[in-house]
């Protein structure tokens, strides 16, 4: 995933999906948290059905990163509806 900031900068988040362990990885970190209508069960396990689906994910309105030496680690991401009272 690669998400656009000002300034033209770029935080990536990439994720493996070779093995159970890191699509359960994904799923956790990724897709639950992303995922607009969560009533219905999210169950695409490969990069082509993920971004297939891409429709169905929110994106965040914040995204916190810090620069370690070259590059930018992903600390946090922050939704819409995570910013009303």
Sequence with gaps: MTY??????Q???FWSL???AQ?????DQ????HLADKHRPFEANSPTK????QHRFRLPQFIIARKTGRFW?????????????
């Design 4 to 9: 656009h900031g000002e300034n033209d900068v």
């Design 50 to 53: 993920v971004v297939a689906n």
């Design 23 to 27: 699509k359960q990885r994904f799923s």
């Design 30 to 33: 990724f897709v639950r948290p």
């Design 11 to 13: 935080v990536h988040d």
């Design 18 to 20: 070779s093995t159970k």
């Design 73 to 85: 680690k992903l600390r946090d991401k922050i939704f819409e509806d995570e910013l009303k009272n």
